[in-house]
């Protein structure tokens, strides 16, 4: 069976040439625009700003896509290729009504996407993601004639604006003095050019991998343990302080340690933490299925911790509400408002490199100070009715934990806490587990699979 075009909060996603066409990208460009004139009040002329991760379709639906916005009166300051925060960040420098990213994030090279941002930089929420779809599927399109169609102009200031905003929360002179050497994979994503920048700032003698943006992805682009072999292998090579590696669109960071150790990318947020909340006390906020680490973190220092359902939306929109000094979600995603409302690779690594100059410690140390737990991520199938069989039965026996259904069931237990949550765009259950030790969370994950083999057999 084909794949299906997934139209979702996040935007859409697909394979190029089979499903997602140039022709889907201009719709698509087009019902976001008309959304976006509607949604403005003020009667003047609009502007989006556009920018793309480096796989070679990149250009040609992102041509599409301006080409639909431009249909419909509205003006397109492209970025050319740049990461999804720095896309969040320059549209609202620019004074932008919206952001589009040509991305598919941490999916394989034939997959594209296509990202959309309100103006406040922040993805759409539930309920306007429906309306532009609808739009989309209705082709309700606001179109203008020749004299209001949209203009396309360019900006070059993208890496110099995110760069500057980052370095105003650091203290640069104090990473500067330790002389870090760091090693970077960027996935030949879009996150080389300017990460080397950052760093090459911070005063890091930087040694770069798979920094070209080809898009031809060196290895697989999820940032995970299996994907990173070659860092790590070269982190110890190279007696290096630290490895860093991006996802495609540079919103996830994950962590190789000075021995040339994958770290779980759980502590891209934990060290980001660890270190604002060395200078101030205040909230946090992630998603449910985030690391209690983060919670160990703040209670130290009279901190509070936000949780949210899965999506960097809401956790951005939790962090605006409690007035978060840190927030972000376990995938590597680190969110700090002063630079921007998005998951961005150059804050954790900036925070990370401040917490290893102001401590003194390596990466290792750092780890062990803050103590990890085990965590399991998997997924399982299950149709509709029976998620809800199987949340409904998990409840009962976990009837003495504490239980948070703002998305799916996360259960709290003393020694560890379980998420259950179905998939918005698959029949299946996504599980995710954490415990002091394997055995305790195994007892947990085994319920659950018990409970699951009496619905599904
Ligand atoms: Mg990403």
Redesign the pocket.
């Given at each position: 069976m084909a794949e299906q075009l997934i139209i979702s909060v996040s935007g859409m996603r697909g394979i190029v040439g089979e499903n997602l066409t140039d022709s889907v990208a201009a719709d698509y460009g087009r019902a976001f625009g008309t959304f976006l004139k509607e949604s403005c009040t003020e009667k003047k002329k609009l502007s989006v700003s556009t920018g793309r991760?480096s796989r070679p379709s990149g250009k040609q639906l992102l041509s599409a896509v301006a080409e639909g916005l431009c249909s419909v009166g509205i003006d397109v300051i492209d970025l050319g290729i740049a990461t999804?925060p720095s896309v969040g960040i320059m549209l609202r420098e620019l004074g932008c009504a919206g952001g589009v990213v040509i991305?598919a994030?941490?999916n394989p090279g034939q997959y594209n996407g296509i990202k959309l941002l309100l103006g406040n930089g922040v993805a759409p929420t539930s309920d306007s993601a429906k309306q532009i779809r609808q739009y989309y599927f209705d082709k309700h399109f606001d179109l203008e004639d020749s004299s209001d169609c949209g203009k396309i102009t360019s900006s070059e200031q993208t890496d110099i604006t995110h760069v500057n905003k980052v370095l105003a929360i650091i203290d640069r002179d104090k990473i500067a003095a330790k002389n870090f050497k760091v090693i970077l994979d960027s996935v030949n994503g879009a996150g080389g050019r300017i990460t080397k920048k950052l760093l090459a700032e911070l005063g890091c003698e930087v040694f770069a991998i798979n920094d070209e943006p080809t898009g031809l992805f060196a290895h697989a682009p999820e940032p995970i343990s299996e994907n990173l072999k070659g860092l790590c292998e070269i982190v110890k090579t190279e007696g290096a302080d630290i490895g860093f590696a991006q996802?495609?669109?540079?919103?996830?960071l994950a962590i190789v340690d000075e021995k040339g150790s994958y770290i779980s990318e759980e502590y891209s947020l934990a060290f980001s933490a660890k270190y604002i909340f060395s200078k101030k006390t205040g909230k946090a906020a992630t998603n449910l299925s985030t690391s209690r680490m983060i919670d160990d973190i703040a209670q130290k220092v009279g901190g509070q911790v936000i949780r949210t359902a899965v999506g960097e939306a809401h956790v951005a929109a939790a962090m605006f509400e409690h007035n978060c000094i840190i927030g972000g979600e376990g995938n590597g995603?680190v969110i700090d408002l002063r630079v921007g409302p998005i998951?961005d690779s150059l804050v954790g690594i900036a925070l990370v490199l401040q917490l290893m100059a102001e401590t003194g410690k390596t990466t290792s140390q750092l780890v062990d100070e803050i103590g990890g737990y085990y965590m399991k991520k998997d997924k399982f199938t299950a149709d509709t009715s029976q998620a809800q069989q199987i949340f409904n039965l998990v409840k009962k026996a976990f009837a003495d934990a504490k239980l948070d259904t703002t998305d799916g069931c996360r259960f709290d237990f003393e020694d560890g806490w379980l998420h259950l949550r179905a998939s918005n765009t698959e029949p299946v259950i996504r599980i995710i587990v954490e415990a002091r030790d394997r055995r305790t969370a195994k007892q947990y994950v085994d319920t659950v699979l018990r409970i699951r083999r009496e619905v599904l057999d």
């Open positions: 991760d999804t991305t994030s941490h996802d495609p669109d540079a919103d996830r995603g998951r």
